[in-house]
Every structure is written in C-alpha cells, then in structure tokens.
C-alpha cells in the first residue's frame, strides 16, 4: 500500500497508513525523521528535532547511548581536547552542573556524562537499540525514505539522517589467516564491556595509533610481556593530563555561554590563539623555547599551533619534527628503539597528533619490545601468534590497535539509494561528494553529520556536531514553514564545495601523509582529503550564508 505524509505546522501528522504489505517485517511506521545512531551526534538531533515538534526515532546497533565512547572502552581511553570543550554548549544547566574530574576524562566518564545526558533529556523512549540500519530507499514521488533495519523491519521518514560516527567501523589488518589466532583477540575500537585482565599474558599489540598510544603504556603495566608491531611512527606529546583546576573550572563557568562562543568561531573548535608568525622568522632559540614551553604545557594543539606555517610549509614543519624527535631520542632510552620510533617520512600534525601518558617512556620498560613492520614485514597471524619475515611470535592474546575506516566506511555499509537507484557507494566510488558536508545530490532529504567535506574530524567534534544538528534542524523547519517537501543539494554546488574542499587541502602538507584523512589506511579506498580543512569558525560563517541566501545551492521543491 502507498505511504503519504502531510507536513503541518506545529508537528507532523504522518497521515500515512500503516501496511502489512511487508508480510514477515510487520507494519511499517511512518515517522518524520529517521536518526541513524546514538552517539553524541544522535542524541543532540533527537533532543532538537522532538523540541521542534518532528516525529523522530534515532535506531542504534548498540544497546544504550554513546557511541564512540560506548564501543571503545580500550585500557587509557580518553579524550584528547580537553572536557569542558568536549561537551555540549546547548544547556545552560547541564554545562553549569556536570563537573568533568580531569582536563582529558577517561572512556567511562564520557560514557556517564552521555547517559546522564540521556537521562536528563527523556532521549532513550525514542531509541531503538540492538537496530542495525541495513538499507535506505529513497521514494522520489512520495519524496519519502524506506530505512530498513538488519532484522527486517521497515520504516517511512520524509526525512533520513547518518549520524553514524567518523570513526564507527573498526578495520582489522589485512594479513593473511587475521582469524588464524586461537588466543582472544581484541580490537580496541570493540573493546569487551567487562574489560580485560592481562595479569601474566604474553601479548601482541598491532597498531601505534591514538588508541595503541593509549593503551600500550597501560597494557604494558599488565602483561608478563607485550609486543608492539609498528608499521608508522607517530608524533605525540604529553597530554600533562590530571585534575581539573577548581579555580580555573569555575572562571570558565562563571563565562561559559562567552566561552563557547570562542570556540564556535575558532578554527579548530578550540579557544587557541592562532599565531600570526611564521617559525621561519624566529631564532634558533626562539623556536626551541616555544617549543619546550609547547611540550610541556602539553595537549594535542600545544606545537602544532605555535606558528602559522606548520601546517602549511615543509622547512617549517621541520623545525617542530626535529624537536619532537629529540624529545623521543631523549625519553628512550636504547638508540636504536627510539630512531624506530621516530617519524620522519611524513610532517608533523598531517596525520592526527597523538596526546600520550607515559608513551615513550613505556618502552624503556623490560617487558616490552618494538617490531617495525617495515624492517620485519608481517606475513601471517598464525595459530600461536604472528609470524614475520624473520621470526616466530607466539602471543597468549593479541590486540588490534589498527583504526577505521573513517568518515565514509560507515555511510557506504549502509546500502543508501537515492534518486534512480544510485547507491552512495557507487556515487563516492572515486571519492565521497558532497554539498557542506551536509548532504549529496541524487539523495534528497538524506543528511550527514560531520560527513566528509566538512571540518569534522579535524575539530573539537562537540562544536561541529552541535552546528550540523543545529544546521539540519532549522532547515527542516523551514521547510516546513514553507510548505515544501524536498531538499537537494544541486549538482553545481556540490562540483564546486569538492573543489574547494580539495583547493584548501592541498594549499596545507596534509595530503603528503598516509593517514586515514587521506582514505590511505584502507586498501583500495580513493586517495581524497576527507575532512575540510576551512576551519569551524569560517565554515559556519558559509553555511549560515547558505541560509542567508535562501539556501543557495540547494534545490528546495
Ligand atoms: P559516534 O559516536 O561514532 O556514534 C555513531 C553511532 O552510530 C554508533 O553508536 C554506532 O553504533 C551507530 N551506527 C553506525 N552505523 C549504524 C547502523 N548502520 N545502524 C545503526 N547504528 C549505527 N573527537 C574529539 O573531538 N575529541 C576527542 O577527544 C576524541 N576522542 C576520540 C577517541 C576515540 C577512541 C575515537 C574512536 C574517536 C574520538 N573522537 C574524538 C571522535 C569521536 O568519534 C567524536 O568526537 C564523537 O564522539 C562522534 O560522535 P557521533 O555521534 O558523530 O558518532
Ligand atoms: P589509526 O590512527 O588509524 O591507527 C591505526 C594503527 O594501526 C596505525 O599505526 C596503523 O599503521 C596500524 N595499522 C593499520 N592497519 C595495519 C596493518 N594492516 N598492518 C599493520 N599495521 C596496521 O587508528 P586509531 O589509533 O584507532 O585512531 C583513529 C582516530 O580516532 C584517531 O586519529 C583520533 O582521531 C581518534 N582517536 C582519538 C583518541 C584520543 O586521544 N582521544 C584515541 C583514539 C582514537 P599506519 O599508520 O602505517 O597506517
């Protein structure tokens, strides 16, 4: 049976019928807005969209709130920008009352803080957990979507929204027999609820990203011995983590609504003063006291904003990558481990700078030792452990510390079809494409959350997040309030944002890097700068522009 909707002021009436044409799937509800995901990107969209009076259901493959924060519950998990900007800005209340105990809360604070969330705003009634989206259809003459679930329930919505996470769909590592291992094996990005005891294990750690960071020094504490296979190098700085400062707390909250708006039109999502000199114009020992004074404040922005030219020229990178490897030479204590690891084939800040608590210094322990991969490629997980070119490994439980496939990895699991059948994944086959980040021609009424083309990763995601939601949320009211049915981005104004996402990026160093910004991580994904490297602040003013304008570049029908 056909589905209609009539959009109303004040509220949607679905005056759609309900069908059992579906057979075994049941009834199909209608709703006005479907939600994919209960991250923090989730739950903020249903607090608004219900606030605006849309019919919305947020359907989540986890059985509670969190996202990020409830799968990856790796030993030393946390934050690496600081709470009191990690959270959200959009209650007054919630901002005064919640009183984060360190600068960089670990997984399981941020986790509380999300359910409380929850709690507070009556979120999980409209929650579906333990519901994996599977497909979504769009309807152009009912301008309608169908989400269907993986269980095979089906769902009507004007209106289909992924908020499904830039870094939601773990990777494992592509080496033959990656099951071959008999022992547990653990992705950090899965990480078990109940955690994992290590006491007395050999282990085997692949992977030296922020979570290998994280956890290395961590897990080293625990195991009778643990291995680290590193194929890249990567800079970290101290996060100089610890208690929250009561004093300092209170002064930012007694200016917090000021405060937030510092970072809402900051570049990266931060209050960070950007420098306005290049490191080419300093001394030798100018550089090298803002530097240590950089390193020893520590956090992931302390070096990589000293200067206006680090991200932009190589001589000048150079300075701060010398800087960081002496720090390395320096905390290692066997020469030859630390020139392991040392990055030098990339710049510094082109793939995400790590925070670390006690990274460097872990292998100095006696109970831990570096394979690089590179010397000593892998060859094959074996029954007992890993086997390299040159030697044997035999692990009591190993962990995969090996990332994402970020940004696009989630969308295209999805089996999204717009307009004419087109599937998001054959529409990104060369590169994802998008209007803002926001939304994709072919697939009216589809919107991302942080999608590619957008600042996103390359934030504080809590500012960029906040801003997507708002953004989505007012535009669906003004389309209600206008009577119209549809949204579109049109095919020039997206050509154009990929161009300009594109021109930005490659005005910066971060395409010399192999990193998952790149799509480099994963085999066979195009080589396309993910996020946009505009900035928060100058983002936001072009999409309120795009508003301003009447939704310029969108087709509104
Ligand atoms: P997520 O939190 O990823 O939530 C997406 C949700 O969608 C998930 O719960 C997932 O289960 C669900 N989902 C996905 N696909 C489907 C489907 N098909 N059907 C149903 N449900 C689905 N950012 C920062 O700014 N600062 C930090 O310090 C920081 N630390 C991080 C640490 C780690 C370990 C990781 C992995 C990321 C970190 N990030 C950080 C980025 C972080 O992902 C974002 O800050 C933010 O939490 C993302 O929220 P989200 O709601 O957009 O997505
Ligand atoms: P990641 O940065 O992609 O790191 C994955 C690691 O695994 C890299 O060292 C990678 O090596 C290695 N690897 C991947 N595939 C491999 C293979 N087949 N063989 C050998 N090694 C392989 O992933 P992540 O550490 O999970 O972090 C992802 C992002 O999540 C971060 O960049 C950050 O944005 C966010 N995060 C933040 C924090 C935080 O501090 N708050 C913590 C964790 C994650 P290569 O570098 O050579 O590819």
């Not at 070119?389 to 999805?414: K, P, Q, R």
């Amino acid at each position: 049976m056909r589905h209609w909707y009539t959009i109303e002021r004040g509220g949607v009436a679905a005056a759609a019928e309900t069908s059992t044409a579906s057979g075994t799937h049941g009834p199909i509800e209608d709703f006005d807005v479907v939600v994919v995901g209960a991250g923090f990107a989730g739950m903020y969209l249903l607090h608004l969209l219900r606030g605006a009076g849309f019919s919305t259901v947020v359907l989540e493959a986890a059985d509670d709130v969190g996202g990020t924060w409830y799968w990856n519950r790796y030993p030393g998990a946390r934050c690496d920008v600081r709470s009191i900007d990690y959270s959200y800005s959009f209650d007054l209340d919630l901002e005064q009352e919640w009183v984060w105990s360190e600068k960089y809360a670990t997984q399981p604070e941020i986790l509380r803080y999300a359910q409380h969330v929850a709690d507070r705003f009556g979120l999980r009634r409209d929650i579906r957990f333990e519901t994996r989206v599977a497909g979504a259809t769009y309807d152009e003459g009912a301008a309608c979507w169908t989400v269907t679930t993986e269980a095979g329930a089906r769902l009507h919505a004007r209106f289909y929204v992924m908020a499904t996470g830039c870094l939601s769909t773990s990777k494992k590592p592509e080496i033959e027999g990656v099951d071959a291992f008999e022992g547990p094996t653990y992705h950090t990005g899965h990480w078990p609820h109940e955690g994992v005891d290590f006491t007395g294990l050999r282990v085997g750690v692949i992977g030296t990203g922020s979570s290998g960071i994280q956890s290395i020094p961590l897990i080293a504490e625990q195991a009778q011995h643990l291995t680290v296979f590193q194929r890249t190098p990567n800079y970290s700085i101290p996060a100089a983590n610890g208690p929250n400062d009561p004093d300092e707390l209170a002064a930012i909250k007694a200016n917090y609504p000021a405060y937030r708006e510092v970072n809402r039109r900051s570049f990266g999502g931060v209050d960070i003063e950007l420098p306005t000199r290049s490191a080419l114009a300093a001394s030798p020992d100018e550089r090298a006291e803002a530097f240590e004074r950089g390193w020893s404040q520590g956090g992931i922005f302390a070096l990589s904003a000293l200067y206006n030219d680090l991200r932009t020229d190589l001589e000048a990178n150079s300075h701060v990558a010398d800087f960081v490897r002496s720090k390395i030479r320096h905390v290692v204590d066997d020469p030859d481990v630390a020139e392991k690891l040392c990055p030098t084939d990339y710049p510094l800040g082109t793939k995400r700078m790590c925070v670390d608590s006690d990274y460097f210094e872990t292998y100095n322990r006696d109970n831990v030792r570096l394979v690089d991969i590179r010397e000593d490629p892998l060859v094959r997980l074996t029954p007992q452990g890993i086997e390299t070119a040159s030697e044997l490994f035999e692990f009591d439980a190993m962990v995969f510390a090996t990332g994402f496939d970020a940004m696009t990895g989630t969308i295209v699991a999805v089996d999204v079809a717009g307009r004419d059948g087109l599937t998001i994944k054959q529409k990104w086959s060369e590169g994802p494409r998008t209007y803002l980040g926001l939304m994709v021609e072919g697939f009216p009424n589809f919107f991302t959350v942080t999608g590619p083309g957008s600042p996103s990763v390359l934030s504080n995601m809590m500012v960029s997040i906040e801003q997507h939601a708002e953004w989505i949320t007012d535009c669906l009211v003004h389309l209600r309030d206008n009577d119209l049915r549809s949204i579109e981005a049109t095919r020039e104004s997206e050509d154009e944002w990929v161009l300009h996402v594109n021109e930005v990026a490659s005005m910066t160093l971060y395409p010399l890097a192999n990193s998952w910004y790149m799509g480099a991580n994963v085999p066979g994904k195009p080589r396309v700068f993910l996020p946009y490297v505009g900035g928060v602040g100058p983002y936001r003013d072009i999409c309120d522009e795009v508003v301003e304008h009447g939704y310029k570049g969108f087709a509104l029908a």
